[in-house]
Nanobody, 120 residues
Framework: QLHLVESGGGLVQPGGSLRLSCVAS????????IGWFRQAPGKDREGVSCIDNSDGSTYYVDSVKGRFTTTRDLAKNTVYLQMNSLKPEDAAIYYCSADCPQWGVALGYWGQGTQVTVSS
């Protein structure tokens, strides 16, 4: 069974940066897709990014293109979400998952989430 743990959230000022980590255990990520999602209060969960760990290909939702980058370190069984030029509207709980709806992947494993707050 796949177990995912996010970390790296926190409070940052607009324009700042954070790097989220998603550490996997139970499976090696080499051939799996990991998606990053976020959910703000009162809003639907939104898919932010996906990475295919087999070849490093990525997907980003339009609102984060050019600001967010997802990478992987397979030696550490970890996926990262580097978030730059953060905006108040990026504030949400961020989750990693073995799902990527944009690519038709839905394995149903989710982390517990990490809070990102963007405020001056």
């Amino acid at each position: 069974q796949l177990h995912l743990v996010e970390s790296g959230g926190g409070l940052v000022q607009p324009g700042g940066s954070l790097r989220l980590s998603c550490v996997a255990s139970g499976w090696t990520l080499d051939y799996y897709v990991i998606g990053w999602f976020r959910q703000a209060p009162g809003k639907d969960r939104e898919g932010v990014s996906c990475i295919d760990n087999s070849d490093g290909s990525t997907y980003y939702v339009d609102s984060v293109k050019g600001r967010f980058t997802t990478t992987r370190d397979l030696a550490k069984n970890t996926v990262y979400l580097q978030m730059n030029s953060l905006k108040p509207e990026d504030a949400a709980i961020y989750y990693c998952s073995a799902d990527c709806p944009q690519w038709g992947v839905a394995l149903g494993y989710w982390g517990q989430g990490t809070q990102v707050t963007v405020s001056s």
